[in-house]
Structure formats: C-alpha cells, structure tokens
C-alpha cells in the first residue's frame, strides 16, 4: 500500500514525533511510506528520531494552503472562530458552519487537489489535522485515517484546545472518516457514549530498548516535561516540598523546557527548596537520567498515553503519578508504581517518602517494571497497525 503519513512537523522535539517515526519506521518494512509536513526543508534531521531512509518525506509550504485572513471573508471567519472559542455558538446542527469556519471550500479545495496528485491509498493525520482530514474525506481518493495522541478530555474539553466547541462537526465529520485511532479505550468508550464515534484503539510503544536498567540505589527523583499547565508541575514541586520536610537527602531532577519554566523556578525558590532540585532544560541522553534515578515522578493532570512511564519501566524505574486517563492500563498499584488520587499533593508526597525510605520495594518494584515495559515493544503495537491497514485494503 501506499501510505500517507501527514503532520504539521516531524524534525522537531516532541513525543508525537518520535512516536509517529517508531510507527512510520515499521510501516515501512511493508508499504511504501511518505511523510507529508510544514517542517522547513531546512530542519530535516533523520538522526533526531532515527528516520529511516526508506521514507519519503515531502515538505509542504503551508502558506500555500491558508485561509486569507484579511480578506473579507477571512476577517469574517477569524472574529466568527473567537466568538465561538468564547461561547460555542456555531457549535450546533451539523456542524458545516463549523467546517466553513475553519476550512472554507477554497482551502479544502487546495488540499483534495494535492492529495489527489498523490495516488495514496491511506492517508493518516494526526493532532488538529485531523479536523481538516475529516472535512475533505469523502472527496479524496484514498482512504482516511485519524490519529489522536492526547487524551478525549485534553481534546475536546479543555478551552481553546484541538477540537474545543466543535463537538457538531466532531459528531458529522469523524464518522466520515474510515478509522479514527485513539490510545485508550478510556477514549473510544467517550467518543462513543458523547459523539457515537466509533475508534479502534493502538497504544504507543516504548519508543526505545535499554540493556542497562536501574539500580534503585540513587538518592533522585526524575521527571521529563514541558514546562506546561497540563504536566501540573506546580503539584510536582509542593510535593517534594513536603516530602524535604522529613527527608534531607534525596534530590528531585527535572528535564525539560516550556513557557511556564521561569514561573517553576521562581515556586521553587518561594518554596525554598530550590538548594534540592536540579532543573536541566532540554537533554539529548534522557536514558542517562532514567538510569541514575530511583523513582520517577510523573504529576500531570492529563495525559494521552504517558509514554514516560514505559521508559522509566524500561529503565526500571518504578513510578508514581496521579489518576488520570489511561495511567492504570500502564501502572499497577503497589506493584511498578503508585497511583495517587487526583490531585492530592500530600499523598503523592507520601508515596514519594514510602519510595524513598524503601530501597527494597524499589528494587521489586523496578523489576515488575521493566516485565512490564516488554508489552509495549513495538512489535506487539505494530501488530494493531499491520492488522487495521489489513481490514482496509480489503474493504
């Protein structure tokens, strides 16, 4: 088959990218792939995610491809999308307003005509583009897929997030498409029960293998993140606080950039920690910090899938996160780790101490863990990919 892979970028940082090229690299072995991007041709970087060169990558100047905002009518759409950001009032019927909104008949026209060019015979989109994949299903040629990689709730419910107060067109549009990939069937039960959509569910896979695992012997937490509101950084950092009040040893590393880093900074020191906690900024050798950790701390309030607690399992670091969607289809309470009740800071800092007081239920913990880390290979999550791909071409 000939697949079509099509996202706004793939040479930059960023979890979806990594997991689109573990995916793309599989698919590969047995179709003939291209990736569809924004990027700049400029920032190609197969090495970055290890791309292989059996995939096609096309650059695509998304300029080309833009409503024109100061048009008229394009003035008209923009003040029409932020009144409806602001109140849902478009967000009714069945939706065509909304597709008009956002994808007007010269912009779907330009996108059908490109991929038309092409010859794919599946087309898989990911993130927002999916909206745009939907809109122009029925008038492309090939077959369609949507791909989600946040969870139904980061999606759909959050203000001014993917698919916020476009529940209309999401009940119209989606259907339309001839698959809708979501991580967890969390998802494809809500989608169903809110939207009667139907999904079948891939997770994502461990994006790397490791022969040297964890001791569990390091005096350190270790948390991976954006410096966003949704990683819940804040909950992380009144946490260790509490935990720094009985334990004068352990030290808390945390990777990662984001707008909100300065504002983390600026808690830690108020919270006058700052002595303990190592803030590193983006690193290229992630696998190093999992290694010289004991626990890591993951203290998001949503995630998609949470592929940081196969790799801290792989690494066989046990871990502790709070409640949310899909943590307990990865972690198993009390044994690789500890699910915390949303969003109690005072019994995440608990187990934090139960942890650190524990070498020995670390180290049991660490090996059920990396047990754990060996269903998610990416063989056993290309399995659901190999066989969905298989269903359409016989349709």
Not at 73 to 79: I, K, V, Y
Not at 82 to 93: Q, S
Not at 364 to 375: G, H, L, N, P, V
Request: glycine fraction near 6%.
């Amino acid at each position: 088959m000939k697949v079509c892979i099509f996202t706004r970028s793939i040479f930059k940082l960023g979890g979806t990218k990594r997991v689109i090229t573990m995916v793309a690299n599989e698919m590969a072995k047995e179709h003939e792939v291209t990736l569809v991007t924004f990027d700049d041709p400029e920032l190609e970087n197969r090495k970055m995610y290890g791309l292989g060169e059996k995939i096609q990558v096309e650059f695509v100047d998304s300029s080309q491809y833009k409503d024109n905002k100061f048009s008229v009518g394009g003035l008209f759409r923009t003040a029409c999308k932020v009144l409806n950001n602001w109140t849902g009032i478009f967000d009714r019927g069945s939706g065509e307003f909304i597709k008009y909104l956002f994808y007007p008949k010269h912009v779907r026209k330009r996108y059908i005509e490109f991929f038309n060019s092409k010859d794919y015979d599946v087309i898989i989109t990911t993130a927002g583009l999916i909206l745009l994949l939907a809109a122009i299903s029925k008038d492309v040629k090939a077959k369609t897929v949507g791909w989600q990689h946040n969870c139904f709730d980061a999606y759909v419910n959050q203000q001014s997030t993917l698919f916020w107060k476009k529940n209309s067109f999401l009940r119209t549009y989606i259907p339309k498409m001839d698959r809708f990939v979501v991580l967890n069937h969390y998802d494809a039960d809500e989608y169903k029960k809110q939207m009667d959509i139907d999904c079948t569910v891939i997770g994502n896979a461990r994006s790397f293998v490791s022969e040297k695992k964890s001791d569990c012997t390091a005096k350190k937490f270790f948390a991976a993140a954006r410096f966003v509101e949704a990683k819940g950084l804040d909950l992380l950092l009144r946490s260790f606080s509490l935990f720094c009040e009985k334990n004068k040893d352990w030290k808390l590393v945390i990777a990662g950039d984001g707008e909100d880093r300065l504002a983390a900074v600026d808690l830690a020191w108020r919270l006058g920690i700052q002595n303990r906690i190592e803030f590193t900024g983006i690193v290229d050798n992630v696998q190093d910090y999992y290694l010289d950790s004991s626990v890591y701390l993951l203290s998001s309030k949503w995630e998609g899938w949470g592929l940081v607690v196969i790799e801290a399992f792989e690494m066989g670091v046990p871990v502790i996160a709070y409640d949310i969607v899909p943590i307990d289809v990865l972690i198993t309470n009390g044994e690789d780790g500890f699910i915390i009740e949303q969003f109690k800071y005072t019994k995440f800092a608990a187990a934090m101490t139960k942890l650190a007081n524990d070498e020995a239920l670390r180290k049991r913990m660490s090996q059920k863990a990396i047990k754990k880390a060996e269903q998610f290979s990416i063989e056993n999550i290309y399995g659901l990919w190999h066989d969905m791909l298989k269903s359409m071409q016989k349709e």
